[in-house]
């Protein structure tokens, strides 16, 4: 996954589906901190998980729990 994610991608993690769409605020090598509205801030090693990425930036993602959460904005 190196080299596809950058700041202000949508992306969700799978196997935590509770963390809801989330939106990467750094990458470093192969750590990426992403802000999850129900996780908070997370640094997560790419190499060894299944982020996917919903949307781009300044394309919020088409997700209605996210309507119903509370965040305002990531």
Same mark, same amino acid.
């Given at each position: 996954?190196?080299?596809? =994610?950058?700041?202000?991608? @949508?992306?969700? =993690?799978?196997?935590?589906p509770?963390?809801?769409?989330?939106?990467?605020?750094?990458?470093?090598d192969?750590?990426? /901190?992403?802000? @999850?509205?129900?996780?908070?801030?997370? =640094?997560?090693?790419a190499?060894?998980? *299944? =982020?996917?990425?919903?949307?781009?930036?300044?394309?919020?993602?088409?997700? /209605?729990?996210? *309507?119903?959460?509370?965040?305002a904005g @990531?």
């Open positions: 996954m190196r080299g596809v =994610l950058q700041p202000g991608q @949508f992306v969700r =993690l799978e196997g935590r509770e963390w809801g769409i989330g939106q990467v605020q750094s990458v470093a192969d750590r990426v /901190t992403v802000n @999850f509205p129900h996780a908070g801030k997370v =640094l997560i090693r190499g060894g998980s *299944a =982020l996917v990425v919903v949307a781009e930036p300044g394309s919020p993602p088409a997700d /209605t729990d996210r *309507a119903d959460d509370g965040a @990531f």
